[in-house]
């Protein structure tokens, strides 16, 4: 398992503060490095959520947490009213902590998880069932057991839509038809890997006599 935190040099004692996520605000992943690297600095966004963040009467504070798109890990921010991260803490696999404090109802967590699951297998096995870079999938493959409600196709596309393995996603009425993206199709990757290495050689030096 990898896993990022901040490692501090012989600290004697694990010290740490009651908090509570008030709001969450989740910036483009460029404009979170940003932020991540310069916390001193005044953001709208914070400016913006100032009444979020406050140390109650008990001592709790109660915090903005920060992600970026794409970014596992999260900031905690308590700005004291400030523009900036007064107060801030780097929280490890933030959108993963999130997730699991977010709680569903059993049926509704089970149809959430085969929707998934119906995703990642498509994911999974479309380099080794593709056709010309082509990959078909009968909207039949996706029938219900007894007792389960229907996948809901025209969201399994947008969700499969958002995989960088394709570049185009189109549901039919019997099938959803998906265009690879050649990064993701082994041969053609392999070729032009061939193809890069071969243009990055020099040529052989031409000897004059």
């Known amino acids: 398992m990898k896993i990022n935190v901040p490692l501090?040099?012989?600290?004697?004692?694990?010290?740490?503060?009651?908090?509570?996520?008030?709001?969450?605000?989740?910036?483009s992943a460029d404009w979170f490095d940003h932020f991540s690297e310069?916390?001193?600095n005044d953001y709208d966004f914070i400016l913006e959520n100032t009444d979020c963040m406050y140390e109650d009467t008990d001592g709790v504070y109660h915090c903005l947490l920060v992600l970026g798109e794409g970014r596992d890990?999260?900031?905690?921010?308590?700005?004291?009213?400030?523009?900036?991260?007064?107060?801030s803490a780097f929280v490890p696999n933030a959108?993963?902590?999130?997730?699991?404090d977010q709680r569903y109802d059993p049926v509704l967590q089970d149809y959430c998880d085969r929707m998934q699951a119906a995703m990642n297998e498509i994911v999974r096995t479309a380099p080794s069932h593709h056709q010309n870079g082509m990959l078909r999938i009968l909207l039949s493959d996706f029938n219900p057991s007894p007792g389960e409600y229907p996948l809901d196709t025209a969201m399994l596309c947008e969700m499969l839509s958002s995989q960088p393995e394709f570049d185009a996603v189109e549901l039919f009425e019997n099938e959803i038809i998906m265009q690879m993206n050649p990064q993701y199709i082994?041969?053609?990757?392999?070729?032009?890997q061939s193809s890069e290495q071969d243009w990055s050689e020099p040529a052989d030096p031409v000897l004059s006599m």
Do not use: W
């Open 38 to 40: 310069n916390l001193l």
């Open 186 to 192: 082994p041969a053609e990757k392999e070729q032009k």
């Open 8 to 27: 501090r040099r012989k600290d004697t004692e694990i010290e740490t503060n009651p908090c509570v996520v008030e709001k969450t605000v989740e910036l």
């Open 95 to 100: 959108r993963q902590l999130l997730r699991q």
């Open 73 to 87: 890990d999260g900031i905690l921010v308590e700005s004291e009213g400030s523009a900036y991260a007064r107060y």
